[in-house]
């Protein structure tokens, strides 16, 4: 049998009228997290940057992988919804590093690296460590409000002793909802100015010195860009029922 090369498979796809596009796995909400973020963000409805949101320190953990393709390329006719025989999808593995990060209205905060499995333990330790000198630098009247998401270590016990131990001032978080916490923005814009970096990249090392690197020179007009997003992704939920936004 005589072998036939990706280039000929794809030109021959096109010449049928397919085109090749990113598969984006829809999410859904469960109804009842649908619920709450609903009547959350009508708690927030009338929050401005200015008074309210400028006062929150977002915060999230996040992989960063060199070499590995997590997208799942789909080709399909134009008008036509993706099919499953028609997927192909890349996992070359290379290099990854976890990281925690935290951004506040006056700019990115701290970047830590993550060794390993991140347990409660380790979440206090890395809150005892990056979250209060951005709170003393950026919050020195301790008018702030720390944002995180409702992963279960963020919510374990020991974390919540440790919280309130410390008086950390934590605001409530609605389950799914990575559309309202921009420092997934902030990833993003970190993993595509990666996606140049690629082939200058040859151990784990050197990824997390890149990221470092990204992280110190996103722009301060881009972080207030996505605070001042807020009220407009507050609104979208509300619009929507609590379904996920385009954000």
């Given amino acids: 049998m005589n072998k036939v090369s990706k280039r000929t498979v794809r030109r021959r796809l096109r010449d049928n009228g397919f085109s090749r ?3 984006r796995k829809k999410v859904v909400i469960k109804f009842d997290n649908r619920k709450k973020r609903l009547s959350w963000c009508r708690e927030k409805r009338w929050w401005t940057t200015q008074y309210q949101w400028s006062k929150v ?6 992989k960063v992988c060199i070499g590995q393709d997590r997208r799942v390329y789909v080709w399909k006719k134009r008008g036509e919804g993706w099919r499953p025989d028609l997927v192909q999808s890349k996992s070359d593995r290379k290099f990854s590093t976890m990281v ?7 700019g990115v ?8 499995y991140i347990n409660a333990d380790k979440y206090i330790s890395i809150l005892d460590d990056n979250i209060w000198p951005v709170i003393a630098r950026h919050f020195p009247t301790n008018d702030y409000l720390f944002q995180d998401d409702n992963a279960p270590v963020h919510r374990a016990r020991s974390t919540k002793a440790y919280i309130a131990r410390t008086h950390l001032k934590n605001m409530s ?3 799914q909802s990575p559309d309202l916490n921009i420092i997934e923005n902030v990833w993003l814009y970190i993993k595509r100015k990666l996606q140049v970096l690629v082939y200058r990249i040859n151990s784990k090392d050197e990824l997390y010195r890149e990221v470092f690197q990204i992280w110190q020179s996103i722009p301060l007009n881009y972080i207030r860009s996505l605070y001042n997003s807020i009220p407009r992704r507050i609104l979208h939920v509300i ?4 379904h996920l936004t385009k954000y």
């Fill in 21 to 23: 596009g990113v598969y």
């Fill in 57 to 62: 320190i977002f915060s999230d953990e996040s």
């Fill in 100 to 106: 925690w990060g935290c951004i506040s209205y006056q």
């Fill in 109 to 116: 905060g701290t970047l830590t690296k993550v060794e390993g």
């Fill in 173 to 175: 978080w609605p389950a």
């Fill in 239 to 242: 619009r929507l029922k609590g």
